[in-house]
Each structure stands twice: as structure tokens, then as C-alpha cells.
């Protein structure tokens, strides 16, 4: 089997390059049949590289001079800084000198990027940003979360039908149960966009469509596919850190309240950490940018190491199980029905 | 001062009326200048009354022949259902026999008899249903949760006037700060419906108007006000509940793991609770639907008596505030420079 080629953007994130080049490191030393570019200051990247032990066959560094910054304008940035390590990643990605990129740098410029210069697949109108979250056992694809505001049916369509295709094939759940975002689980409620998309959803014999769900649902597990647009997406993600984590610092603060639930709280430390991790959104690597030619996977800004590494795991995965043939084969084959 | 009135739906909610009818004795017996028409099946309330003490010179009995359950198509079952314990409810509202209604019934059939047979009051376009949920040292109100789906500006706008009047009024909160929920914090950001009504709000001088609110700083309390649309407010008050029951469900696990976190648990246990309990949605009575002619708080289905408790004492609050004429000064005084 040849290996998946990976470009990775060292430069962006709050942790660039150093936490970036180790999460490769540590990506190559893990798995078989991957091979990283390390897209950046070739001199800080060799400094970082310097601190590992590694196969050097698999890694190689490939110099760019430009940095694009978090609060640059998307646009101007992707357009004016050609030789940024985000905009030659995009490019080895869209000429076929890489399969698939990973970057930590700004949402906007890799949404942008992602569509200017990668390109989307024939057929897909709209790519979606889609992370998984965690639930109570398990993961779901949130699919839109950041892409699309104002989204049409038609959209909403295609991302059930690649989320399926992503969770059957990437997470390995056997016919992903698909939901769609709702104030409430019977049919005849939600706003227009739902309402429409609802009975084209129940059309499909090639998703496993279980009809609305309810945001209170969704972290219990009730749906592997969670589809909204990106703007229900978006609260839905971030309210998930954010209830997160406002509890675990409620209750830090309870442990500390006297000298019972100090010794109480070191008792139970180590298990409550580890359960509270396994809750956590960054555990599964970063968000796939799907329906482009290649993939771009967009992690957190604030990235370490562990993420990184997933993440270019999660390219390679994607590569291996030859994900955009499938993607373009269920939407152009399907896509007349939709209309 | 003379008492409020409030009409009380004895027959609503999974726990009736036993929770309900209890929840009005400590209402009476803890609050001065109330006056609770309990509505429903006479003989159910006077049976559940004979076991409590309370000052009979408070509590008023109405029969009520009929009930609306849950399922029933909504505006059927306010059309049909002259007799039933929730219309009645409506009328003395409307007929200025109680000042305010409170309901554990249905929300359609609340949501819909609030319009039908209560009415709006002059100017307001849309009544908000607003919760009061929980933020890390605080409480926020969230408008609108539930009636407005595919909101227009000009409905925001209103959301956001009626919700500063209520959070200095009702809740103490001296010039609140008002946020729109958005997927940035950045002005150029959002949907459509966000990007019009951002400047909208900007323009008007009589709330603190703070910018984007991102869902992630909801529960942080980085506003007092956060106005949205009902889909968007649905999503965020359901995944509050949704996340922290998982999140204190896999704790609770967690301290099952070994005998030595059943100590750890053992001895944070009560703390713990008092914690979560602060943090839960249902401490501070139900959600008013705001801009009637009249007071109605739909409070939870599982309500239980405390939560009835703290319902009437809104409503009474609410009429003290005298509210709704503030709400009518406001609206009427503002709504040409909006349009």
C-alpha cells in the first residue's frame, strides 16, 4: 500500500511550529504508511525536528516564508500571501502532491482556501466543516458547524449523505443513524429551512434518516449524522465547551469549599480528569472540511501536540478508505432525485 | 398594596395536580400580597389542599370539567376545550380576573391560547418566550426559546427591549447587557437575519447593547440579555440541559469506579449537589411569555412544587414591576425609529 501524503501547516495555531512538528513526530512514530510535509520556516522547523527521534524517511520539510495571521481577512490573506505555509499546503493538496492537510491556523482562511484554491468536488454544492463531539458513549458528526450560513435543502441533503459516508467509513459505525437538528421531535415543527428538508430527507433509501432530534438529545447519543446549518452548528459546538467548561470549574470550586471535599476531591482527582477528557472536543483530532478535491482538516487554534497527530491520522484514514471516490459517487448518482 | 392575582393551572404538567396544588400552598404561606385561583378539578385540588395548613383567605378553588393533554393538536384543544383548567386560566387573564396565569401544560396550547385568547399587547409584534438560565456566577435570560421561529429584525429588536425591562425589573440586574447570538464575535459575521438586526440594535440608545455573544461565553455570563431566534434559543436552553445531565451522569459514574473514589464521592456528595443545583434550569421557576395582555409562565411539564413556587412569585413580582406598562412605554415610544 502506498502512503498517505500529508501537508501540514507548521505555522498556524497558537502553539505553531513547536507543539505542530511534535504532533507529527509523534504521527509518524505511531503509524505505518504516513508521510508528513512540514510546510513552514524551514530553520524553526529543523530546530523543533532537532529534539526527536524519528524515521526520517517519512518526514519532509518544505520551506515557505509567509505567515498568515488569525485576524488577516480571509480573502486578502489567501490571495496576497502565496508563499504563507496555509496557501502551499492548499496547493499541494489541489496539484496531488499531498492527499489531504492539516492546519491550526484561521477558520476563515482555511474555509476560504478550501474553496478557492482546493476546489470542491463535482457534484458537492456547499463542503461542510464537520467535527465530531462527543456524546455519553460515544461520537456523533456534527455536520454543518461552520461553513454555511443560510443553507439551502438541497445542502442539507449532502450532508447527511457525507456525514453517513464519514461515520460508516472513518469511525466505523455500521449504518449511521442521521438526524436532523429540530425544536421538537415531531414532524410538523421547525423553521422553514427544516421544514422543507424534513420530507427530502425521508426520501432517501441510502441514509438511515431517524428523523428530528432535539438538541437536548444529542449529547446523550441519539444520532451518529447530527445535520443543521452552520449557524445551529456553530451554537452547538460552542455550547458544548461552554457548558463543559463552566461545570468542571464549578466544581473544582466545590472541592475546595472545605476540608471534607479537598480530601474527597483528591480521591476522585485522577478518574475525573480521565472521564473529563474522554468528554472533551478536542480528543478526536480536528474538523474535516469535506466534499473538496483532497481534504482539509481544521483543528483547534489552540492545538497541542495529541490533536495534530490524531488529526493527520484521521487524513490518512480518509485517504486510505478512498473517501472522496464514494463522496462523488453518492452525489452525483443521487443528486438528480434531490432536485 | 393589593395582592396579585394569579390563575394557576391545577391540571397541567406530569405531576398534577399534587406538585401543583402543594406548590401554591408555599407559595401563599411564603409570600405575602398573593392571591392564587387554583384551576381545575375541584374535588382533585380540595383533596390535595386538605393536607396541607395555609391561610384560606389566599387560595380560591375554580372547577374546571376538561383538561388538554400533552399530545393534543394545540390550536384544537384551545378551541374545543372551553372547560379545560388552561382556558380558563386564559379568560380570567383576559377578563382581568387574575393578573397572571401559570402553567405546566402544554407548551403549544400555552404558547397559542397566550395569543388567541390573551391577546398581545399594543406594538408588540411577537411575544418572546424567556427563560432565566444559569450562568457561572449568575442568571441570564435567554429571549425568545420557543414561539418565533424565522424571526424578522424588527422582532429581535423588541426581544431585546422587553428583555433589559425584565432583567432590571424582575431580576435587579442594573443596565443589563444586551448580546445577539452569533458565530463570531466579530460585527461582519452571521446569518442573514443577525447581520440586519446587528446595526439595528447598535442604533438604539435605551438598552446596553454589548455586540455578538458567541455560545461558548453564554454560560460564562457574558450577557444578561441574549437574544435570538426561537430556533437558536430552543437549541441553546435544550443542549444546556442536555450536556450538563451527561456531564453529572458520567460524574456520578466516575465515582463508582474503586472503592476509593466511593469515599471521594462520599465526601463531596452534598457539596456537589448544591453545586449542580445552583446550575440547573428549574431553579428559577418557568420561562414568561413576555408582551401579553397579562403575565403567562409556562413553567417545565416535570415541574415540581418548588418550581410553582418560584413561578407565582414571577408573576407577582411581574405585577408589582407593574411590567407591562413599562413594556408598552417602550415599544410604543420606540417602534417608529425601528421601521
Redesign the interface.
Known amino acids: 500500500m502506498s502512503a498517505a501524503i500529508i501537508a501540514l501547516d507548521c505555522m498556524g495555531g497558537d502553539n505553531a511550529p513547536g507543539e505542530i512538528v511534535k504532533g507529527a513526530v509523534l504521527a509518524v512514530n505511531e503509524y505505518k504508511n504516513i508521510y508528513v510535509k512540514l510546510v513552514g520556516n524551514a530553520e524553526q522547523i529543523s530546530a523543533e525536528l532537532s529534539k526527536y527521534t524519528y524515521d526520517r524517511d517519512a518526514l519532509e520539510v518544505v520551506n515557505a516564508t509567509e505567515v498568515i495571521e488569525t485576524g488577516e481577512p480571509p480573502v486578502a490573506a489567501i490571495r496576497r500571501k502565496k508563499d504563507s505555509s496555509l496557501v502551499k499546503c492548499m496547493y499541494m493538496v489541489k496539484r496531488g502532491e499531498a492527499d489531504a492537510m492539516v492546519s491550526a491556523g484561521s477558520t476563515g482562511a482555511n474555509l476560504v482556501g478550501g474553496h478557492i484554491i482546493i476546489g470542491r468536488i463535482k457534484g458537492v454544492e456547499r463542503p461542510p466543516l464537520a467535527p465530531l463531539i462527543p456524546?455519553?458513549d460515544g461520537v456523533a458528526l456534527l455536520i454543518d458547524c461552520?461553513a454555511n450560513?443560510?443553507a439551502r435543502p438541497s445542502h442539507l441533503i449532502q450532508f447527511a449523505k457525507m456525514g453517513s459516508i464519514y461515520m460508516e467509513n472513518i469511525v466505523g459505525v455500521k449504518n449511521p443513524r442521521v438526524g436532523i437538528?429540530n425544536?421538537g421531535a415531531e414532524e410538523e415543527k421547525?423553521?422553514?429551512l427544516?421544514k422543507e428538508t424534513f420530507p427530502l430527507l425521508q426520501k432517501l433509501d441510502d441514509i438511515n434518516f431517524i428523523g428530528n432530534i432535539?438538541?437536548?438529545?444529542?449529547?446523550?447519543g441519539a444520532a451518529d449524522v447530527i445535520v443543521c446549518?452552520?449557524?445551529?452548528g456553530?451554537?452547538?459546538?460552542?455550547?458544548?465547551?461552554?457548558?463543559?467548561?463552566?461545570?468542571l470549574?464549578?466544581?473544582k470550586?466545590?472541592?475546595m469549599?472545605?476540608l471534607?471535599?479537598k480530601?474527597?476531591?483528591?480521591?476522585?482527582k485522577k478518574?475525573?480528569k480521565?472521564?473529563m477528557k474522554?468528554?472533551s472536543l478536542d480528543n478526536y483530532g480536528g474538523a474535516p472540511l469535506l466534499g473538496l478535491n483532497g481534504l482539509l482538516v481544521k483543528t483547534h487554534g489552540s492545538s497541542k501536540a495529541n490533536e495534530i497527530k490524531n488529526s493527520i491520522y484521521q487524513c490518512a484514514t480518509f485517504q486510505k478508505m478512498d473517501l472522496n471516490n464514494k463522496f462523488k459517487e453518492k452525489l452525483l448518482e443521487k443528486n438528480k432525485e434531490v432536485e
Open positions: 456524546t455519553k461552520g450560513v443560510d437538528v425544536i421547525g423553521n422553514a427544516v432535539e438538541a437536548r438529545d444529542i449529547p446523550q446549518d452552520a449557524f445551529v456553530n451554537v452547538i459546538l460552542k455550547l458544548y465547551e461552554g457548558v463543559g467548561s463552566v461545570l470549574s464549578k466544581m470550586g466545590t472541592m469549599s472545605n471534607k471535599t480530601i474527597g476531591g483528591l480521591l476522585i478518574e475525573l480521565n472521564t474522554a468528554f
